[in-house]
């Protein structure tokens, strides 16, 4: 017999612009370099943008880049941040402030193996996290944010990597290979709802990603905070950004 799960709107949203972001240089560990004055001015915007969309918490991960982003929109709208490990990026300590040209290629390839082949076990690089490990990692924050019981939308600030791998493999309306395809600017928002099981996607960034994901009217504006650089590799799918 089929039950009515409560359902809990959720917007993710990738952090501003960061220092290693301008400089091309791959980076996933604590504590992180800090926005560049593009980014913090993109989360200046993002927090305009969410403005008026009734939102009741922020939770965003640690690292300094999404702290900083969350902070800016915190302060804008009037609301607390909650810091949750849970929310960091992909670990790839071996590739830790490498240039993008050479992190990126071996990336790409455990992207695709996450994301096409179905090899969640895989790992980027030795002493690095599976991407088993990531989904896992989210699911978890997404529990607790869930058992908030929070009756207006929940802004989630993280990171480009993780978001693009662990949103579209547990939305039940998304391919696994979205991310891939659909990578995220800085600041760009993701729109969907959580039943406590499996998530669904309103919106990708400025577009739904099909007739059948509007199960809920998006709450933000179709347009969608970009970076200042969209050549950039720090724009690409598991820059560790």
Known sequence: MATNRRVQRLIFARHGESETNHLNQFSTLPPGAPLSAAGHLQSIEL???LNGCGIERIFASPLQRAADTAHVIGQALDLPVEYHDDLAEIRVPPLEGEPSSIAMPIMDRVWDQWTRQGQLTATPAPQSERGLDVLARLRS??????????????????????????????????????????????????????????????RWGEEPPGAEAR??????????????????ASFRPGTGE
């Open 215 to 232: 199960s809920a009217a998006p709450l933000t504006p179709a347009h969608t905070v970009h970076g200042t650089d969209d050549r950039s």
């Open 141 to 202: 924050c997404l529990d607790h944010i869930y058992a908030g019981e929070f009756a207006g939308p929940v802004l989630v600030v993280g990171h480009g990597g993780m978001l693009q791998l662990t949103v579209p493999v547990l939305s039940v309306n998304l391919p696994d290979d979205h991310g891939q395809l659909n990578w995220m600017r800085n600041c760009q928002t993701v729109e969907t709802t959580w039943d406590g099981a499996a998530l669904t996607c309103v």
């Open 47 to 49: 927090s305009k943008q």
